[in-house]
Structures are given as C-alpha cells and as structure tokens.
C-alpha cells in the first residue's frame, strides 16, 4: 500500500557530495516522520538523520555538519544531503518512514523501509 523509492546514491571520491531522496508513495493520509538509516557490511543498520513532520531534525553524531535532512510533506518526500563524504560514509543507506497513517483501514500506523541505495567514497 505504500512503497518508498530512493534514489541518489552512487560513487564519490573523499570530500565529494550526494544528494538522496526518497519518495514515499500510496495510501498516505500522514507521515509522523522520515528519515536515513545506513548498514555497512558487517555491522548494524544505524540511523543517519530524521526529521518530523513538523521539520526537527536530529542527526547521528558522526554526521553533524555534514549531512542535511529536509522535507517535503506536501510531497511526502525525504532529502540528505551529503557533503564532505568520507569513505567510512560508505554503507546501503536505507529511507524510512514512521507513524504512517493509512487513508485505507486499517489506518496504522505503520512503519515502513525502502530498499536502499548504495553509496560509496573511495579515491
């Protein structure tokens, strides 16, 4: 009932940016907030940055200064941007959205995950 597209990911060297978005799609009637996660090979999925509805972002300490989270409700649409990337940013990012409630019923709500985007930093 509702997919979440990403897109943006892809190959940057040390000091480079990126730019990913995520539309959420469906039976929407809200979205309590969005946000990034990232999982590198070998180690837990970590949240990057989420936002609220109302547009309070908090961000994971490694990221501070770097990485800008905004949003679109009207569009329910997610951005990260990425500047100075560093190769140990390089891991499947993963948007997500949270306390969706449905304009079908049941109306939730509900959790859900898009299916990641790679981004890799290496010279």
């Known amino acids: 009932q509702v997919r979440l597209v990403e897109s943006g990911g892809g190959l940057v060297q040390p000091g480079g940016s990126l730019r990913l978005s995520c539309a959420a799609s469906?039976?929407?009637?809200?979205?309590?907030?969005m946000g990034w996660y990232r999982q590198a090979p070998g180690k837990q999925r970590e949240l990057v940055a989420r936002?609220?509805?109302?547009?309070?972002?908090n961000y994971a300490d490694s990221v501070k200064g770097r990485f800008t989270i905004s949003r679109d409700n009207a569009n329910n649409t997610v951005y990260l941007q990425m500047n100075s990337l560093k190769p140990e940013d390089k891991a499947v990012y993963y948007c997500?959205?949270?306390?969706?409630?449905?304009?079908?019923?049941?109306?939730?709500?509900?959790?859900?995950w898009g299916q990641g985007t790679q981004v890799t930093v290496s010279a």
């Open positions: 469906g039976s929407i009637f809200s979205i309590y907030a």
């Open positions: 997500n959205a949270d306390g969706v409630v449905l304009t079908t019923l049941p109306s939730g709500p509900y959790d859900y």
């Open positions: 936002i609220s509805s109302g547009g309070l972002p």
